[in-house]
C-alpha cells in the first residue's frame, strides 16, 4: 500500500517516468513527451532561449563518470564544460565499494574523489553538443525505436522538462545508454 501511494504521489508531482518492457505503451511515452515539449516551449520563451543543462555519463566498469555543462545563448550552444571524476571503485573493489557505502574512506580514496578535472571542450567538441530543441527532437522519435530490443526510458524533472530520454540494448552491459541525462536546466543569467 505505501508504495502504491508513493508512486501516485510521484505522478501528481508531474514527474514522469516511462520505462519500457516489451509491450511498451508507445502511447504513454508519446502524451509524456508532448507534456513535457509544451512546458520546454514556456521555460525556452521565459529565457529568451539562453539557458545552461549538464548531462551526466557514468561508466562504472571503467571507475568514473562525467558532467558536461552546456551554455547556450539564443539557441546556439556556445561554450560547454567536462568535469570528468574518478569514483574510486570498479568491479574488483569490493572493499571500496563498501568503504563509500558505510562512509569510511581511505587517504588513497580521497585522493581519487579530488582528480576531478575541469576543462573547456574545444570548437569540435561543441559542434557535437545538441541544444534542448534539438534534444526533444531525439525525444519525439523515441517511440519508434524498437521495446522489444531495448529498454526505452523517458523521465521529466519537477519542472516538467527532459530529465532523462534514450534507450539501451537489453543485451548491453556498461555505458550502453543511447540518448541523453540531464542533471539540471536553468535559465543563463
Given at each position: ?10 505522478l ?26 509544451a512546458?520546454?516551449?514556456v521555460?525556452?520563451?521565459?529565457c ?35 568535469h ?22 581511505s ?49 521529466v ?20 545508454f ?12
Open positions: 500500500m505505501g508504495i502504491i501511494s508513493r508512486l501516485q504521489d510521484i501528481k508531482s508531474r514527474m514522469a517516468y516511462i520505462t519500457a518492457d516489451k509491450t511498451c505503451d508507445k502511447s504513454s511515452l508519446r502524451d509524456a513527451v508532448r507534456r513535457s515539449f512546458n520546454w516551449k521555460f525556452k520563451k521565459e529568451a532561449n539562453s539557458y545552461i543543462y549538464v548531462t551526466k555519463e557514468y561508466y562504472l566498469f571503467r571507475g568514473y563518470y562525467k558532467n558536461i555543462s552546456v551554455v547556450v545563448e539564443k539557441g546556439k550552444v556556445v561554450r560547454a564544460y567536462k570528468e571524476t574518478k569514483h574510486g571503485f570498479g568491479v574488483n573493489s569490493t572493499p571500496k565499494f563498501d568503504s563509500k557505502i558505510l562512509g569510511r574512506k587517504k588513497k580514496d580521497e585522493l581519487q574523489q579530488e582528480l576531478e578535472e575541469k576543462r573547456p571542450l574545444t570548437t569540435s567538441e561543441i559542434k557535437e553538443l545538441k541544444t534542448l530543441d534539438e534534444i526533444y527532437v531525439f525525444t519525439k522519435r523515441l517511440r519508434w525505436v524498437s521495446s522489444r530490443s531495448n529498454y526505452l526510458s523517458f523521465e524533472n519537477k519542472e516538467g522538462l527532459v530529465a532523462e530520454a534514450g534507450y539501451s540494448p537489453r543485451d548491453c552491459v556498461d555505458a550502453c543511447r540518448g541523453y541525462n540531464i542533471s539540471s536546466i536553468t535559465p543563463l543569467k
